[in-house]
């Protein structure tokens, strides 16, 4: 996968990945150069109490649509 630096140095990571690997809004991670490498990982020490159960709940259908039949909103399929 490919991304592209901006003016300001940012950079997106793609979706694939950051679902894949728990990256989330706001997550810090640490990046360093290894052998003309940019190595990033997650920082050690930023968990909060629900990064060990984000992702366990497997729903099969979108999280909207749940929330939508929670509070009684969902459209009659």
């Known amino acids: 996968m490919k991304t592209v630096v901006s003016e300001k140095g940012q ?6 990945l ?10 810090v991670l ?6 003309g490498r940019l190595v990033m990982s997650k920082s050690a020490g930023t968990h909060d ?3 060990k159960l984000y992702g366990i709940l497997k ?6 649509e749940v929330i ?6 969902a459209k009659p399929r």
Do not use: M, Y
Not at 18 to 27: A, D, F, K, N, Y
Not at 30 to 35: F, G, L, M, S
Not at 68 to 73: P, W
């Open 11 to 16: 950079i997106t990571i793609p979706k694939p």
């Open 18 to 27: 950051r679902r894949r690997l728990g990256i989330r809004t706001g997550q």
């Open 30 to 35: 640490e990046v360093r150069e290894d052998h």
């Open 49 to 51: 109490a629900f990064d």
């Open 59 to 64: 729903l099969g259908r979108p999280t909207d």
């Open 68 to 73: 939508a039949e929670l509070r009684g909103t």
